[in-house]
């Protein structure tokens, strides 16, 4: 991605809105193979390291069924997204210009 997709202080409300968590500055990743995302890494005080991939508009179930699904087989290598306060596995709110967020 050649430009943020969100401000790092919208991914920290966020995060704190949709998923109940505070987290310290987003640490970009680079290497992220989708050319419509981003992926960050943040911490927490007291609960460790958390990813988060943003993606700009879309938001598909079928991809995050497929990751708990390799997850619940025992594929070691797959980390499964945790649902957000709305018990979904991504999250999405108009506050946050119609982006998809996925917490692994």
């Known amino acids: 991605m050649i430009y943020p997709l969100l401000a790092k202080q919208s991914i920290i409300d966020c995060l704190n809105t949709m998923y109940g968590i505070n987290v310290s500055v987003p640490i970009s990743i680079a290497g992220d193979t989708d050319l419509h995302s981003e992926t960050y890494k943040v911490e927490t005080p007291n609960q460790g390291s958390y ?3 943003i993606k700009r508009d879309v938001c598909h179930d079928t991809n995050i069924a497929l990751q708990l699904l390799l997850y619940n087989a025992g594929i070691k290598l797959i980390i499964a ?3 957000a306060i709305d018990n979904k596995s991504f999250s999405r709110n108009q506050r946050f ?3 998809c967020i ?3």
């Open 51 to 53: 990813f988060v991939k």
């Open 102 to 104: 996925c917490l692994h």
């Open 97 to 99: 210009c119609d982006y």
């Open 81 to 83: 997204p945790i649902k």
